[in-house]
Antibody, heavy 116, light 107 residues
Framework: EVQLVESGGDLVQPGGSLRLSCAVS????????IDWVRQAPGKGLEWIGR??????????EYAASVKGRFIISRDASKSSLYLQMNSLRTEDTALYYC???????WGQGTLVTVSS | DIQMTQSPSAMSASVGDRVTITCRAS??????LAWFQQRPGKVPKRLIY???YLESGVPSRFSGSGSGTEFTLTISSLQPEDFATYYC?????????FGQGTKVEIK
Protein backbone atom coordinates (compact mmCIF):
# COMPACT_ATOMS: atom_id res chain seq x y z
CA GLU A 1 0.00 0.00 0.00
CA VAL A 2 1.30 3.41 -0.96
CA GLN A 3 1.64 5.85 1.91
CA LEU A 4 2.96 9.36 2.23
CA VAL A 5 3.14 10.71 5.77
CA GLU A 6 4.00 14.31 6.45
CA SER A 7 5.30 15.57 9.77
CA GLY A 8 6.98 18.60 11.26
CA GLY A 9 4.17 21.12 11.14
CA ASP A 10 4.15 23.57 14.02
CA LEU A 11 3.49 27.11 15.21
CA VAL A 12 6.40 29.37 14.25
CA GLN A 13 7.00 33.09 14.44
CA PRO A 14 7.30 35.24 11.33
CA GLY A 15 10.85 35.16 10.03
CA GLY A 16 11.43 31.73 11.50
CA SER A 17 12.28 28.41 9.90
CA LEU A 18 10.74 24.97 9.86
CA ARG A 19 11.50 21.67 8.17
CA LEU A 20 8.71 19.39 7.05
CA SER A 21 9.28 15.72 6.35
CA CYS A 22 7.45 13.32 4.08
CA ALA A 23 8.04 9.62 4.64
CA VAL A 24 6.98 7.38 1.80
CA SER A 25 6.33 3.67 1.62
CA UNK A 26 4.87 1.26 -0.89
CA UNK A 27 6.83 2.66 -3.81
CA UNK A 28 10.40 3.52 -4.69
CA UNK A 29 10.92 7.18 -3.93
CA UNK A 30 13.77 7.59 -6.38
CA UNK A 31 11.52 6.59 -9.28
CA UNK A 32 8.94 9.27 -8.56
CA UNK A 33 8.68 13.01 -8.78
CA ILE A 34 7.14 14.45 -5.63
CA ASP A 35 5.33 17.74 -5.28
CA TRP A 36 4.45 19.91 -2.32
CA VAL A 37 1.02 21.49 -2.38
CA ARG A 38 -0.41 23.71 0.34
CA GLN A 39 -3.85 24.89 1.32
CA ALA A 40 -4.39 27.93 3.50
CA PRO A 41 -7.35 27.63 5.90
CA GLY A 42 -10.58 27.85 3.93
CA LYS A 43 -8.71 28.53 0.70
CA GLY A 44 -7.75 26.69 -2.48
CA LEU A 45 -4.83 24.51 -3.45
CA GLU A 46 -1.47 26.05 -4.24
CA TRP A 47 1.39 24.15 -5.88
CA ILE A 48 4.67 25.21 -4.29
CA GLY A 49 7.35 22.91 -5.64
CA ARG A 50 8.60 19.64 -7.07
CA UNK A 51 11.59 17.36 -6.84
CA UNK A 52 11.92 15.27 -9.97
CA UNK A 53 12.83 11.60 -10.02
CA UNK A 54 16.27 10.02 -10.34
CA UNK A 55 15.98 9.84 -14.13
CA UNK A 56 15.73 13.62 -14.07
CA UNK A 57 18.55 14.07 -11.59
CA UNK A 58 16.26 15.05 -8.72
CA UNK A 59 16.10 18.61 -10.03
CA UNK A 60 13.66 20.98 -8.40
CA GLU A 61 11.11 23.62 -9.36
CA TYR A 62 9.42 26.20 -7.17
CA ALA A 63 6.53 28.60 -7.24
CA ALA A 64 7.47 32.26 -7.21
CA SER A 65 5.83 32.70 -3.81
CA VAL A 66 8.40 30.43 -2.13
CA LYS A 67 11.41 30.54 -4.44
CA GLY A 68 14.54 31.53 -2.55
CA ARG A 69 12.92 30.72 0.81
CA PHE A 70 11.92 27.06 0.53
CA ILE A 71 14.15 24.15 -0.42
CA ILE A 72 13.07 20.62 -1.31
CA SER A 73 15.48 17.78 -0.70
CA ARG A 74 15.51 13.99 -0.48
CA ASP A 75 17.13 11.25 1.54
CA ALA A 76 16.78 8.05 -0.43
CA SER A 77 18.22 5.98 2.41
CA LYS A 78 15.29 7.05 4.58
CA SER A 79 12.67 7.04 1.81
CA SER A 80 11.95 10.57 2.82
CA LEU A 81 11.89 14.01 1.41
CA TYR A 82 11.95 17.37 3.09
CA LEU A 83 10.68 20.89 2.72
CA GLN A 84 12.98 23.39 4.40
CA MET A 85 11.06 26.60 4.93
CA ASN A 86 12.94 29.77 5.81
CA SER A 87 11.94 33.40 6.30
CA LEU A 88 8.39 32.30 7.03
CA ARG A 89 5.55 34.76 6.61
CA THR A 90 2.02 34.80 7.98
CA GLU A 91 0.76 34.00 4.48
CA ASP A 92 2.65 30.69 4.59
CA THR A 93 0.11 29.44 7.14
CA ALA A 94 -1.42 26.36 5.53
CA LEU A 95 -1.85 22.62 5.49
CA TYR A 96 1.13 21.25 3.57
CA TYR A 97 0.72 18.10 1.48
CA CYS A 98 3.38 16.00 -0.14
CA UNK A 99 2.00 14.31 -3.21
CA UNK A 100 3.09 12.27 -6.17
CA UNK A 101 0.82 14.31 -8.42
CA UNK A 102 1.59 12.21 -11.46
CA UNK A 103 0.27 9.11 -9.67
CA UNK A 104 -2.32 10.90 -7.48
CA UNK A 105 -0.76 9.72 -4.22
CA TRP A 106 -1.31 12.17 -1.35
CA GLY A 107 -0.38 12.41 2.28
CA GLN A 108 -2.82 13.70 4.86
CA GLY A 109 -0.96 16.95 5.32
CA THR A 110 0.80 18.72 8.17
CA LEU A 111 -0.29 22.11 9.50
CA VAL A 112 2.08 25.05 9.58
CA THR A 113 0.98 28.17 11.43
CA VAL A 114 3.05 31.32 11.18
CA SER A 115 2.04 33.80 13.83
CA SER A 116 3.50 35.95 16.55
CA ASP B 1 3.04 32.09 -14.80
CA ILE B 2 -0.06 30.59 -16.36
CA GLN B 3 -3.23 31.73 -14.64
CA MET B 4 -6.07 29.23 -14.39
CA THR B 5 -9.51 30.78 -13.99
CA GLN B 6 -12.44 28.61 -13.01
CA SER B 7 -16.07 29.53 -13.34
CA PRO B 8 -18.25 29.63 -11.49
CA SER B 9 -16.52 29.99 -8.13
CA ALA B 10 -19.53 28.45 -6.44
CA MET B 11 -22.84 27.00 -7.47
CA SER B 12 -25.93 25.42 -6.01
CA ALA B 13 -27.37 22.38 -7.69
CA SER B 14 -29.80 19.56 -7.01
CA VAL B 15 -29.29 15.82 -7.12
CA GLY B 16 -29.75 14.71 -10.70
CA ASP B 17 -28.70 18.03 -12.24
CA ARG B 18 -26.16 18.28 -15.02
CA VAL B 19 -23.24 20.41 -13.84
CA THR B 20 -20.55 22.05 -15.97
CA ILE B 21 -17.45 23.74 -14.60
CA THR B 22 -15.11 25.71 -16.84
CA CYS B 23 -11.40 26.31 -16.52
CA ARG B 24 -9.61 28.84 -18.71
CA ALA B 25 -5.86 29.09 -19.06
CA SER B 26 -4.14 32.41 -19.66
CA UNK B 27 -2.13 30.76 -22.45
CA UNK B 28 -2.38 27.53 -24.39
CA UNK B 29 -1.55 24.40 -22.42
CA UNK B 30 -2.37 21.70 -24.98
CA UNK B 31 -4.23 18.96 -23.06
CA UNK B 32 -2.05 19.19 -19.95
CA LEU B 33 -4.88 19.60 -17.50
CA ALA B 34 -6.24 17.57 -14.62
CA TRP B 35 -9.38 17.89 -12.51
CA PHE B 36 -9.44 17.18 -8.79
CA GLN B 37 -12.30 16.75 -6.35
CA GLN B 38 -11.89 17.68 -2.69
CA ARG B 39 -14.58 16.82 -0.21
CA PRO B 40 -14.61 18.75 3.09
CA GLY B 41 -11.78 17.67 5.36
CA LYS B 42 -10.43 15.25 2.79
CA VAL B 43 -7.42 14.98 0.55
CA PRO B 44 -7.85 15.97 -3.11
CA LYS B 45 -8.58 13.16 -5.52
CA ARG B 46 -7.87 13.28 -9.24
CA LEU B 47 -10.87 12.62 -11.47
CA ILE B 48 -9.59 13.46 -14.94
CA TYR B 49 -6.09 13.59 -16.42
CA UNK B 50 -4.84 14.93 -19.73
CA UNK B 51 -8.07 16.92 -20.05
CA UNK B 52 -10.40 14.07 -20.95
CA TYR B 53 -9.21 10.75 -19.52
CA LEU B 54 -11.18 9.33 -16.62
CA GLU B 55 -9.19 7.99 -13.68
CA SER B 56 -9.74 4.34 -12.92
CA GLY B 57 -12.60 3.89 -10.49
CA VAL B 58 -14.14 7.31 -11.09
CA PRO B 59 -17.82 7.11 -12.03
CA SER B 60 -18.62 7.60 -15.69
CA ARG B 61 -20.93 10.52 -14.90
CA PHE B 62 -17.75 12.59 -14.75
CA SER B 63 -16.22 13.70 -18.03
CA GLY B 64 -13.69 16.24 -19.18
CA SER B 65 -13.12 18.01 -22.45
CA GLY B 66 -11.14 20.79 -24.03
CA SER B 67 -7.66 21.70 -25.16
CA GLY B 68 -5.62 24.83 -25.61
CA THR B 69 -7.08 27.40 -23.24
CA GLU B 70 -10.60 26.24 -22.44
CA PHE B 71 -11.61 23.13 -20.54
CA THR B 72 -14.76 21.77 -18.97
CA LEU B 73 -15.62 19.26 -16.31
CA THR B 74 -19.11 17.86 -16.60
CA ILE B 75 -21.09 15.83 -14.10
CA SER B 76 -23.97 14.36 -16.04
CA SER B 77 -26.23 13.60 -13.09
CA LEU B 78 -25.14 15.04 -9.75
CA GLN B 79 -25.10 12.61 -6.85
CA PRO B 80 -25.05 13.40 -3.10
CA GLU B 81 -21.40 12.40 -2.82
CA ASP B 82 -20.44 14.88 -5.56
CA PHE B 83 -21.01 17.92 -3.39
CA ALA B 84 -17.44 19.10 -3.05
CA THR B 85 -14.92 21.61 -4.37
CA TYR B 86 -13.38 21.00 -7.77
CA TYR B 87 -10.00 22.26 -8.96
CA CYS B 88 -8.26 22.26 -12.30
CA UNK B 89 -4.48 21.99 -12.49
CA UNK B 90 -2.25 22.77 -15.46
CA UNK B 91 0.87 20.65 -15.79
CA UNK B 92 2.09 22.08 -19.08
CA UNK B 93 4.86 24.22 -17.67
CA UNK B 94 6.33 25.24 -14.34
CA UNK B 95 5.17 26.53 -12.04
CA UNK B 96 2.14 24.26 -11.95
CA UNK B 97 -0.97 26.25 -11.20
CA PHE B 98 -4.38 25.35 -9.84
CA GLY B 99 -7.61 27.11 -10.55
CA GLN B 100 -9.18 28.85 -7.56
CA GLY B 101 -11.76 26.12 -7.13
CA THR B 102 -15.49 25.66 -7.73
CA LYS B 103 -17.61 24.78 -4.74
CA VAL B 104 -20.66 22.72 -5.62
CA GLU B 105 -23.30 23.02 -2.91
CA ILE B 106 -26.70 21.47 -2.37
CA LYS B 107 -29.64 23.57 -3.54
Amino acid sequence: EVQLVESGGDLVQPGGSLRLSCAVSGFTLSDHSIDWVRQAPGKGLEWIGRTRDRANSYTTEYAASVKGRFIISRDASKSSLYLQMNSLRTEDTALYYCTALIDDYWGQGTLVTVSS
Amino acid sequence: DIQMTQSPSAMSASVGDRVTITCRASQAISSSLAWFQQRPGKVPKRLIYDASYLESGVPSRFSGSGSGTEFTLTISSLQPEDFATYYCLQHYIYPRTFGQGTKVEIK
